[in-house]
């Protein structure tokens, strides 16, 4: 990709209103753009990142059995009387009466719509367990949005729903979904702390929370500094206690940030909407659920939080937009420097790698600044004095130095080093 | 995938209250589930079409030198009163107050958003043209929705627009797009009627329509039985009139339905909402707009009106949601023609190909019968009596003749055929 043919708007200021990094790093970086308080668009360069965060999400679904759908967002708010939800949710939902005087809302989550679903198509035992997913768009009415993306009003959320015949198949999935879970977060270099967790609006008994410590979180855990050992706050554990794994040491308390949230659901939603199957001996039980949340949107909010230094993003590899930029810095009056950044992005994309070359009329110190607040996990810098010496710079964003390269050594030192 | 671990609900009953081929065939083929009247689930099958449909007018609209981006549902109603459309589209919208007292609404198009985002972001002719689009789901509150998602309340389209010095600029764009929207249909097995049409309520002047011929359209046109001219019967042709290219022809009226529809909307936007560049000479000017939209939902539902028999849908190659069928007919007692399918699910994998293999305990009518239901291109059907002759069928669902091949020559037919 051509940087001058794309829409990658940068800027050095820090946007008025921002506390966070991650807020204005994203705004910074042209990742996502404010319409209205809690409301964001995904310009191109956020875009890729979100779609290669949800790429990984659906491998490591897929691979532990789930399978994609697609729910809507209208429900009919008929739906969510029958748990009773259409009350308890009642401050985040968005409803309305549409032209036919129909009672509608747009989904905040989608546990009444899937066994809505469900219960239409399964019967039998045999039927069962299945496990379904969709990556989707929520809506929820907050008064108190917060770090731009990180609680926004409409923000994308993968979420799935297992239905198993009994309590051990629901152990079952979950133990999957659990790991499906900690391969996601690894694959997105985040690290993260698992905590047992109280079920609140989903209902249901055991839950688990996946959290990041950072300081856009909205939570509190308690870590032990030298074993790992962590808890909820909330919980059992507490600041000054002591740490079970390892007696001398105190927990200290960090804010977190919740990406993930897996429940055992059990019954709750089975019962209340009637989505029973036919067991061996022709007996009727209601399904045993399960839910499992990622928050896709603040995923993104996370990663930086957690991989950035005072001059902008380092992306992991996984979820960077770009794999390699190409910095070429002759200007105007270099065609053979030119040339040489269109033979790299020729020889890189024949590699299948993602390529952006910054080929604007810009000044030296724009396209490096730029570079390094965008990010891109690995840069070559075709510089005028290592040009003329038949040499171009290659750069790692997280690496203090670089390395000087014979202009057709690159792709071999590429090969290497990626 | 295997079938038995998938979620693909077929019926051999005709859903009631269906009347369109492509309505009942969607819903039979477990395609899409109804939520409530013009609210749609993509079940996995269904979603599977959608990406590939997408898929295709990703590579056509990136080749054409868009770029994409995602714009959100939620809007400021505020930015709607400036261009007046929060009343001329006021029937559709759904509107209303949220927690905060800010009168909002759901976006059932994005000229309003795009102007806004990109009037922040272009302050120069230099950075100009840029052409930006994003799939996303729309939301209109339809009185009167029709043939399942054909007309719905919430849908998915591809909106693109392009942002111009001038209207030279617009032009080449238009053209650029029209080209674009005759290879995304040519690839999707539609043959398109492009008709000169009304701007409605997007404004401009110049408009084309691209409509496919099918009952479940809601719009006319005439078309030349011979030499293919065509026309809108609203425009200034009318049944019964002569074709210009050939004049001893009389024109034939024929119902089609609107798959696309490009614009040229010049200034309305431009103006109405202050998105300005400043000019070589230092002059704020307009930007002058065009805006091209596909209703993507749509475009399945088309497919299926255009590709089925009395037996089921007939998936054109680009789009089926699986490339080959395997369908092993032994039932338990045979491991080794589910061992033969399972080597071959490996084969044509490892060729990069979808493949489903129907591994259901069902009787082999019913396991045939979905086969035409789902309508996938190629299949492969191992049974008792061509298994035991070291024999199996190759079948495309669009031929009435199958092909018997020794069962070492499976996948060097395929490569030949598919």
Not at 85 to 101: S, W
Not at 162 to 184: C, H, P, T, V, W
Request: glycine share 8%.
């Amino acid at each position: 990709m051509y940087w001058s043919k794309y829409f990658i708007p940068t800027s050095k200021e820090i946007p008025i209103g921002t506390e966070a990094v991650s807020h204005q790093l994203s705004l910074r970086a042209g990742l996502v753009h404010m319409l209205t308080s809690g409301v964001y668009s995904y310009l191109p360069l956020g875009l890729r990142v979100l779609k290669r965060i949800e790429d990984i999400i659906r491998e490591e679904m897929n691979a532990a059995g789930a399978t994609e759908l697609l729910l809507p967002s209208l429900h009919p708010l008929e739906l969510w009387k029958q748990t009773g939800r259409d009350q308890t949710l009642k401050e985040v939902m968005i409803q309305f009466k549409d032209n036919r005087g129909r009672d509608m809302c747009l989904g905040p989550t989608h546990e009444e719509v899937i066994t809505d679903l469900v219960k239409g198509f399964i019967q039998s035992y045999r039927q069962l367990p299945v496990t379904l997913y969709q990556i989707q768009t929520k809506f929820r009415d907050e008064m108190r949005t917060r770090f731009g993306i990180v609680r926004a009003c409409e923000f994308i959320m993968k979420d799935a729903y297992s239905f198993d015949r009994d309590e051990e198949g629901l152990k079952k999935n979950y133990a999957r979904m659990y790991q499906a879970y900690q391969n996601i977060f690894k694959r997105m270099a985040l690290d993260v702390i698992i905590i047992e967790a109280d079920s609140g609006a989903m209902g249901g008994k055991i839950s688990h929370e996946f959290m990041v410590t950072a300081p856009i979180g909205e939570d509190a855990v308690v870590v032990c500094p030298s074993c790992g050992f962590s808890g909820g706050v909330s919980g059992a554990q507490d600041e000054g206690g002591s740490c079970p794994s390892c007696k001398n040491e105190k927990l200290k308390k960090q804010v977190a940030i919740e990406l993930g949230h897996i429940f055992q659901l059990g019954t709750k939603y089975s019962l209340a909407q009637q989505a029973q199957y036919l067991d061996e001996n022709g007996k009727l039980n209601p399904m045993i659920m399960g839910c499992y949340g990622i928050g896709v949107s603040r995923v993104i909010a996370a990663i930086i939080e957690k991989h950035n230094d005072a001059k902008g993003i380092i992306w992991p590899k996984e979820v960077a937009p770009f794999d390699v930029e190409i910095v070429p810095l002759g200007g105007d009056d270099s065609g053979a420097m030119n040339a040489l950044a269109q033979r790299y992005y020729q020889e890189l994309q024949a590699q299948g790698l993602e390529v952006l070359v910054d080929d604007r009329e810009e000044s030296v110190g724009r396209k490096l600044n730029d570079a390094d607040l965008i990010g891109i996990p690995l840069r070559i810098v075709i510089g005028k004095r290592n040009f003329a010496e038949h040499k171009v710079e290659i750069k790692k964003r997280n690496a203090s130095e670089s390395l000087l390269v014979d202009i057709d050594g690159v792709m071999a030192k590429i090969a290497e080093i990626k």
